[in-house]
């Protein structure tokens, strides 16, 4: 498939073994004209900032100087928000681990030093933790009062009867600090539909490992979980981030395996097309090799072939996946029957309803009876270009939103 030079170049400065690329780079670099604006604004879109920059500080003599500043002035913004991401994790889990609140931390600064030894590689844009359900109240007591965190989602004047509504529907909770605007996600499950991906959180625990983030110790999931997470959160949001790839290319090089024993894990929380596509997608992007388990499974599937053929594209149009296109890798991977269910979930009740005609508590039945009037003010609304984004700008995408 052909792509921009700028794209085959991003690949080469973030590939997941930088030393062995240098000659490569230098070699592209003497060979084609790069369009210096147009990778400025892949390696913005990708979110693959350090990474790119590091790369080329080894080969300035081919970089403008002006193009240089800018890359050094985004990787400084993004070190500063992983460090100050840094200093609100500690926090939180010096008060959950004195309250015996148990938690784990997915993506972001936490996976940055599991695959890169440095919470400043990877380019990160929010906290992500996993607790048990159980404990939201209480998490949430101690993330605004304690740590003065403001939650944003679902809106603080949200009723009781709306914020149970959303709990059921969706997976996490997200609240920003208001002095150093540090974002953070609160996940009880993996995604929007409960029954994939249902890693009990007891299990979670039990296998998690633990990693130093300035002499305080984290707890992130174990290698398999992580891959089943990471693969799933980037098929289901459609690839549209190189950065997600560049997570399990990284993963695919620094971590041992078992992947008997992952193809199994995978078959058992409903996900292996999800792990297969992102490995295929990794290793060919970054030219990996491919383990034979995987490679089988992928031909033994010969639907996926299309489905790879779309994520191989998607990830270079540097723009987000329509709906249609979301909702039709929403009913490939997920079982049909568990889809349907919450697809018809989702009919019912939209969270935007409560910001067009706000009701009290003791009035929420009429949420229900006024659902054909909502939907009409919304395809209205979109016609005009007005339609509000549910959840603060999220786009609906089934597993991740």
Known sequence: ??????????????????????????QFLTK???????????????????????????????????????????????????LQQAVSLIKIAKLFDENKIRFITLKGLTLSQLLYSSITVRESHDIDIMIDFND?????????????????????SAT???VQCLNKRYKDRTYLHPD??????????????????????????SDASTIQVCNQSVPVLSNNYLWLYQSVHGSMSGWYRLHWINDIASMLVKNKTDWDALLQASNQYHCRRNLVE????????????IPVQIQQAFQEDIKQVAQLKWASHAIRERKLPSMMANFRRQLFFTPAK???????????????????????????????????????????????????????????QGWNR
């Open 160 to 162: 009781k009867k709306q």
């Open 180 to 205: 150093d605007n540090v974002l953070l996600e609160v996940h009880w499950r993996f995604n929007n539909i409960k029954q994939c991906l249902a890693i009990p959180f007891s299990s979670q625990c």
């Open 338 to 396: 568990v889809f349907w269910l919450y697809f018809l979930e989702t009919l019912r009740m939209s969270p935007t309803d409560f910001q067009l005609f706000p009701l009290p508590d003791k009035l929420f039945f009429l949420y229900y009876w006024l659902r054909p009037v909502f939907r009409i003010i919304r395809a209205f609304k979109k016609t005009t270009g007005q339609t509000p984004s549910p959840l603060g700008g999220r786009r609906f």
């Open 1 to 26: 498939m052909s792509q921009t030079p700028e794209f085959t170049l991003l690949l080469l400065l973030t590939h997941p073994e930088p030393e062995k690329q240098q000659n490569k780079i230098n």
């Open 136 to 156: 939201i109240e209480r998490v949430e007591k101690i993330l605004t009062d304690a740590l003065g965190f403001t939650r944003t989602i679902p809106e603080l």
């Open 278 to 289: 992102s490995i295929m997608l990794a290793a060919r992007l970054y030219q990996l090799p």
């Open 32 to 82: 084609n004209t790069i369009n210096w604006t147009e990778l400025l604004k892949d390696i913005k879109w990708h979110r693959v900032t350090p990474q790119a920059y590091d790369s080329l500080c080894s080969h300035p003599e081919f970089v403008p100087e002006n193009i240089m500043e800018q890359l050094k002035k985004s990787c400084l913004q993004c070190k500063k928000r992983t």
